[in-house]
């Protein structure tokens, strides 16, 4: 009986160390290429019966997310294992984001092959489906290795490490390269966003990745530029115009950076591999950790959100960043980067910090009204009744930006564009139109009938003994009458500026700086890409009249361009009336799309002042005329009141479609009625007058493809 019971117990270890043996879990699996960011994958686990692959989905709170019937996953092999369960999650159906912004699935599949090396994770069928490739067991990523480490051994050109001659031409710059890991079945769309030199507005040229991962793109750039170029996620280099910039993406190692779970394990694979022009300093850029762009980012998108600022002056607000700018100054000069790197980033230190210091009086303002305590709407009045304006030389900053305007390497600066245009806006004297808020309220009839003997008794009291003397009961008592008197109040906050025949730019750029050329450049860019205007013979003289005789070169061809699109597009564009103002919601957009049943109708919500919506419109060109021979009409809607009537009336001429200039009420109406919520949205209608897609901001011309021809095939 004794030998029995040994016999069993040895049987069951045996064949439970067995069963054990069978179950592999591999942690943190690296993969080649995620099609989305939402998707980490921080455990696999293997066995007889089951393949189980955790995921943890991050989004925004409270938002809701699904995941297709059709999900698999599928081996190096093409077959493809079918989703079993999920506990918590059903395919199909919307699951909402917990508080956290992370969820946390586990997704059980069918068992993978005892030898598998990796496998893909495919969502769904469509384009837009999250799908991850390449997904390792080994924790190693076999693809294309030889390759990257052929790129490995080569070393990097000396020859890219100065600085291009940074003059104005007319030329292009081309970007060629390879994506090291693509396979047929990735996505295609790249792009590579640019800020033009004369306005600094980003620009986007658009491409797609051959079979074998090779792209081209040709950018319209005048000058050495900055480009993010992207493909699901952003890399960032230089380009010269006339000049080539090659690049070889390690696209496994692009994955791993862009990974919550996986960017902090140790690699020493570079993440491009550039030659061509400015390869030296391309190499620097990539792998720069300062990111000085970013430092100044932050501030910059954070205008009114900075505690800090909070009752601050001009002049200590601007102690505040220049302290910044000069520490960045000796953090430049401590990285082990080429003299001519660093230059590019004493460039754009210099350019950003003179941006943020240009726009004082909005970044100050803002943060004041953010920590204001009291209601909202009486924060700008007490800004306003604290804040002093400063003198000229709060603006000596500029006479750090002298010498690179003097040698033409302020283009450098990634915001230049952005630069001279705050220059030509913000650098002047300005004064309050009214010295005190509490006096003008006590003068001013139009207020002072208003206010109960209470409130006067007080106002009074504070012009005699000042604001500051007030218990903390009367302070909300008195901005609580502020805001309810508000509309009679709007004059106080004016400001004018008071220049006269002082030219700040000019008292510490210089008299002669190429700053004046540019802003006069500006002007013309603007006029043709903003107004749809053709330069006038005063603009043309103006241009002419400059010693860089690029400027007129380059903007007169724009301007030529322009006269010549506008009149072959001219029959193309039919301007029509809007329907009746006493139309609205559901009437008002069945009028609208009354005259086109029975044909597909895209309805282009945008406005004249929204760059994306410029930028979505020139996308759209190739594919309209791919798509001419199909029953689709373009009607786009903008708002008077919100669109310039003028600039309008000029831009439409350029856009192939029907457009109509709404009233500021049916605007209103329509997103309303349609939840429009920002430009440009679009709206698809079927060929009954159904609405079957909204789409807010341009989705890309693949998307916008697809959900069309949907629209056609129904």
């Known amino acids: 009986m004794k030998n029995t019971f040994l016999i069993f117990v040895s049987i069951f270890f045996v064949f439970t160390v067995g069963i054990q043996a069978k179950t592999r879990i591999v942690e943190r699996p690296p993969y080649v290429y995620s099609s989305t960011t939402m998707l980490e994958i921080p455990r696999v686990t293997l066995t007889d019966t089951a393949t189980i692959v955790d995921f943890d989905v991050y989004y925004r709170a409270g938002k809701t997310v699904?995941?297709?019937?059709?999900?698999?996953?599928?081996?190096?092999?093409?077959?493809?294992?079918?989703?079993?369960?999920?506990?918590?999650?059903?395919?199909?159906?919307?699951?909402?984001?917990?508080?956290?912004?992370?969820?946390?699935?586990?997704?059980?599949?069918?068992?993978?092959?005892?030898?598998?090396?990796?496998?893909?994770?495919?969502?769904?069928?469509?384009?837009?489906?999250?799908?991850?490739?390449?997904?390792?067991?080994?924790?190693?990523?076999?693809?294309?290795?030889?390759?990257?480490?052929?790129?490995?051994?080569?070393?990097?050109?000396?020859?890219?490490?100065?600085?291009?001659?940074?003059?104005?031409?007319?030329?292009?710059?081309?970007?060629?390269?390879?994506?090291?890991?693509?396979?047929?079945?990735?996505?295609?769309?790249?792009?590579?966003?640019?800020?033009?030199?004369?306005?600094?507005?980003?620009?986007?040229?658009?491409?797609?990745?051959?079979?074998?991962?090779?792209?081209?793109?040709?950018?319209?750039?005048?000058?050495?530029?900055?480009?993010?170029?992207?493909?699901?996620?952003?890399?960032?280099?230089?380009?010269?115009?006339?000049?080539?910039?090659?690049?070889?993406?390690?696209?496994?190692?692009?994955?791993?950076?862009?990974?919550?779970?996986?960017?902090?394990?140790?690699?020493?694979?570079?993440?491009?591999?550039?030659?061509?022009?400015?390869?030296?300093?391309?190499?620097?850029?990539?792998?720069?950790?300062?990111?000085?762009?970013?430092?100044?980012?932050?501030?910059?998108?954070?205008?009114?959100?900075?505690?800090?600022?909070?009752?601050?002056?001009?002049?200590?607000?601007?102690?505040?960043?220049?302290?910044?700018?000069?520490?960045?100054?000796?953090?430049?000069?401590?990285?082990?980067?080429?003299?001519?790197?660093?230059?590019?980033?004493?460039?754009?230190?210099?350019?950003?910090?003179?941006?943020?210091?240009?726009?004082?009086?909005?970044?100050?303002?803002?943060?004041?009204?953010r920590f204001f305590k009291g209601p909202g709407d009486a924060g700008p009045y007490a800004f306003a009744q604290q804040f002093e304006y400063p003198d000229s030389s709060y603006f000596d900053y500029l006479s750090i930006l002298r010498p690179y305007f003097d040698d033409g390497s302020i283009v450098w600066g990634d915001r230049f564009g952005d630069l001279v245009n705050s220059v030509m806006r913000e650098v002047k004297l300005k004064k309050k139109t009214r010295p005190d808020l509490w006096q003008f309220i006590e003068e001013a009839d139009s207020i002072h009938h208003f206010l109960s003997g209470e409130e006067k008794s007080l106002v009074r009291d504070i012009s005699r003994g000042g604001y500051d003397l007030l218990d903390e009961s009367d302070k909300e008592r008195v901005w609580n009458m502020v805001d309810t008197h508000k509309k009679y109040l709007n004059f106080f906050l004016g400001v004018i500026s008071r220049n006269g025949n002082v030219s700040l730019p000019a008292a510490f750029l210089g008299e002669e700086s190429a700053y004046f050329d540019w802003a006069e450049a500006q002007r013309c860019y603007v006029k043709l890409k903003e107004n749809y205007t053709p330069l006038d013979q005063d603009d043309r003289v103006s241009l002419r009249a400059m010693d860089d005789t690029m400027f007129y070169r380059i903007l007169s061809a724009e301007s030529d361009s322009l006269s010549v699109y506008l009149e072959r597009n001219r029959d193309l564009s039919s301007r029509l009336d809007a329907p009746l103002d006493s139309l609205s919601g559901e009437d008002l957009f069945a009028a609208l799309i009354a005259p086109y049943r029975g044909k597909i109708v895209l309805v282009d919500f945008w406005e004249t002042w929204c760059s994306p919506c410029r930028i979505a419109m020139q996308q759209m060109v190739p594919l309209k005329k791919e798509l001419a021979d199909k029953d689709i009409v373009y009607l786009y809607l903008a708002t008077d009141g919100s669109s310039n009537k003028e600039t309008w009336s000029n831009l439409i001429e350029a856009v192939p479609g029907y457009h109509i200039l709404l009233s500021l009420r049916q605007g209103r109406s329509l997103s309303s009625l349609l939840g429009i919520s920002g430009v440009p949205t679009f709206i698809i209608v079927d060929r009954q007058g159904n609405r079957v897609k909204k789409l807010t901001g341009y989705p890309g011309v693949e998307t916008m493809r697809r959900y069309l021809l949907n629209a056609l095939n129904k």
């Open 66 to 369: 699904k995941f297709s019937p059709s999900l698999a996953l599928v081996d190096g092999n093409g077959c493809r294992y079918a989703f079993r369960s999920c506990e918590g999650m059903v395919p199909g159906k919307r699951v909402r984001m917990p508080e956290s912004g992370k969820l946390s699935l586990s997704l059980v599949f069918e068992p993978l092959p005892p030898k598998t090396r990796s496998f893909d994770f495919v969502e769904g069928l469509n384009e837009n489906s999250w799908k991850i490739y390449g997904v390792s067991l080994t924790g190693r990523l076999s693809d294309d290795r030889k390759e990257i480490k052929r790129l490995e051994k080569r070393k990097v050109s000396e020859s890219g490490l100065s600085l291009p001659d940074p003059g104005l031409t007319a030329d292009s710059a081309v970007i060629t390269g390879r994506i090291i890991g693509f396979r047929k079945d990735f996505g295609r769309q790249i792009e590579a966003w640019y800020n033009t030199v004369f306005d600094g507005r980003q620009q986007c040229v658009t491409g797609r990745v051959d079979d074998n991962g090779t792209f081209r793109l040709s950018l319209p750039v005048h000058v050495p530029t900055e480009v993010i170029f992207s493909y699901d996620r952003p890399l960032r280099f230089f380009v010269v115009p006339e000049e080539t910039v090659n690049v070889d993406i390690n696209l496994a190692e692009w994955t791993r950076r862009g990974s919550r779970l996986l960017r902090e394990q140790p690699s020493r694979e570079r993440l491009a591999y550039f030659s061509g022009a400015m390869a030296g300093i391309n190499d620097e850029k990539v792998h720069d950790t300062l990111l000085i762009g970013d430092f100044w980012q932050r501030y910059y998108s954070s205008l009114g959100k900075i505690k800090a600022f909070y009752k601050m002056s001009a002049d200590d607000y601007k102690a505040y960043l220049l302290h910044r700018y000069d520490s960045l100054c000796v953090e430049i000069d401590r990285q082990p980067w080429s003299e001519a790197y660093k230059e590019i980033n004493r460039i754009n230190n210099a350019v950003w910090c003179a941006l943020l210091l240009n726009r004082y009086s909005l970044s100050l303002r803002l943060s004041y009204c």
